[in-house]
Nanobody, 123 residues
Framework: VQLQASGGGLVQPGGSLRLSCQAS????????MGWFRQAPGKEREFVAAIRSSGSITYYVDSVKGRFTISRDNAKNTGYLQMNSLKPEDTAVYYC?????????????????WGQGTEVTVSS
């Protein structure tokens, strides 16, 4: 069972990035998928989640209107489109899958984790 996150990098403020999360070893479309991030010296923070069907999404207030979570179940892949990036979005971003109890903002309720991809927003 593996989640492989990719797509991070260095971007200027106001720019965009799309993160991908490729699942292998299990059928990800049975599960919710999500993204967390952890900035240096800070706790891991919930960013977004999407239910297995892809029809319902959740976001932390600070990214609403700027980030979009989506999934392609045929490809066993989740995505996080990040627009209008700000320096405070700088963090390592982790993808997750398999949530217990529909408590999406609680990192302890997620079963599978990817290795993280680093996003730096700086001029």
């Amino acid at each position: 069972v593996q989640l492989q996150a990719s797509g991070g990098g260095l971007v200027q403020p106001g720019g965009s990035l799309r993160l991908s999360c490729q699942a292998s070893g299990f059928t990800a479309d049975y599960y919710a998928m999500g993204w967390f991030r952890q900035a240096p010296g800070k706790e891991r923070e919930f960013v977004a989640a999407i239910r297995s069907s892809g029809s319902i999404t959740y976001y932390v207030d600070s990214v609403k209107g700027r980030f979009t979570i989506s999934r392609d179940n045929a490809k066993n892949t989740g995505y996080l489109q990040m627009n209008s990036l700000k320096p405070e979005d700088t963090a390592v971003y982790y993808c997750t899958a398999q949530n217990y109890g529909a408590t999406y903002d609680d990192s302890s309720k997620w079963g599978y984790w990817g290795q993280g991809t680093e996003v730096t927003v700086s001029s």
